[in-house]
């Protein structure tokens, strides 16, 4: 078995150092991948035959202009239609961020300090790629395109914390430091019936979604999108946590949160810096699950069939999900 399969089979409790977990050469598909190399082909295989029942389908990105009042400088999604051959056909031309709708984060969005006593270190992205090769447009190190060749595509698995938090009586904004606890999913996945399995990609809704398209006005999108210290609801970060994620064998993470962990980080630890700098592992936000949680609410089933096929850009740092549940 190749050497990063052997590592990626470990218990977080055996893994050398479980903040780091690089695989493959520098530059390789198999670096590239990161934790998607749980995602073999027998896994897909498998996943498709068990989840895909009904033919059913629920896409999951947000429409392409919200968050139509982005926070900390970017820019909204710009579309233009353009004639061309004097009217006889158009063109669209976007200008946009990725990171502003729905979006994976790539594995070139977040770097993380290096283990160390000395502060003045250089921040690292997956793999050891540094903040010059990221800028170099020669080198596309690790960037979406490792992605796109095959596509993120396994079995799906929906936390659906708002109707859960409903049903229990609590009560929060997903723009405060509302934090989900470990505990609730795992009582959420118990109250569901949801077994776990290695290379699942986790689906957590906390309703942001739906808080900003019916509750919140323009004057409360904007005072978000100029606010200096914006707080996202979200899952906690914690020791625990990590060590849940990685035993379970998640081979991505996402959800409808802003920034799929709680805003900003409540203690030392910051998940971006570990799953995507340190285990290369996709972290999905914005997601669209408010008609995926109906769906499975109708046929009671929390698992699913998920595609998506990030975009094919040469380095890129991050992409539209392009994802959809098949039930």
């Known amino acids: 078995m190749p050497e990063h399969r052997s590592l990626m089979d470990l218990k977080f409790d055996e893994l050398p150092d479980p903040k780091r977990v690089w695989v493959g050469q520098p530059g390789s598909y198999e670096e590239g991948l990161g934790r998607l190399v749980l995602l073999t082909e027998e896994r897909v295989r498998s996943a498709a035959a068990r989840e895909i029942r009904t033919g059913r389908r629920i896409g999951l990105n947000w429409d392409v202009t919200k968050l139509e009042y982005p926070n900390i400088g970017r820019a909204p999604c710009d579309h233009q239609i353009t004639p061309i051959l004097g009217g006889v056909a158009f063109d669209d031309i976007y200008t946009m961020n990725p990171q502003q709708s729905s979006q994976w984060d790539g594995l070139r969005h977040w770097s993380a300090k290096p283990p160390g006593e000395d502060d003045q270190q250089e921040r690292v992205f997956y793999g050891g790629t540094t903040k010059g090769e990221i800028l170099d447009r020669s080198n596309d190190r690790i960037g979406t395109q490792h992605w796109a060749r095959e596509?993120?595509?396994?079995?799906?698995?929906?936390?659906?914390?708002?109707?859960?938090?409903?049903?229990?009586?609590?009560?929060?904004?997903?723009?405060?430091?509302?934090?989900?606890?470990?505990?609730?999913?795992?009582?959420?996945?118990?109250?569901?019936?949801?077994?776990?399995?290695?290379g699942d990609i986790l689906l957590v809704r906390s309703g942001v979604i739906g808080e900003w398209e019916d509750k919140m006005d323009i004057a409360a999108k904007t005072a978000y999108s100029s606010s200096l210290s914006p707080k996202h609801a979200g899952v906690e970060a914690t020791p625990e946590v990590l060590k849940w994620l990685w035993d379970t064998g998640f081979a991505a993470v996402a959800g409808d949160a802003l920034s799929w962990e709680v805003y900003p980080p409540q203690g030392d630890?910051?998940?971006?810096?570990?799953?995507?700098?340190?285990?290369?592992?996709?972290i999905g936000e914005l997601f669209d699950l408010e008609r995926l949680s109906e769906m499975c609410k109708g046929l009671n089933r929390w698992s699913f069939f998920f595609t998506s096929m990030p975009i094919n850009m040469p380095g890129g740092v991050s992409s539209p999900p392009n994802a959809q549940a098949i039930f």
Not at 163 to 177: H, I, L, R
Not at 183 to 197: G, K, N, R, S, T
Not at 269 to 282: C, E, K, T, V
Request: charged share 20%; with cysteine.
């Open 151 to 198: 596509g993120i595509t396994g079995r799906g698995v929906l936390i659906d914390y708002v109707s859960w938090a409903q049903k229990e009586g609590v009560q929060y904004s997903t723009f405060s430091n509302h934090t989900i606890k470990l505990q609730d999913i795992i009582d959420i996945a118990c109250e569901h019936d949801i077994m776990f399995e290695r």
């Open 269 to 282: 630890m910051f998940l971006h810096d570990i799953l995507l700098a340190g285990w290369g592992m996709p």
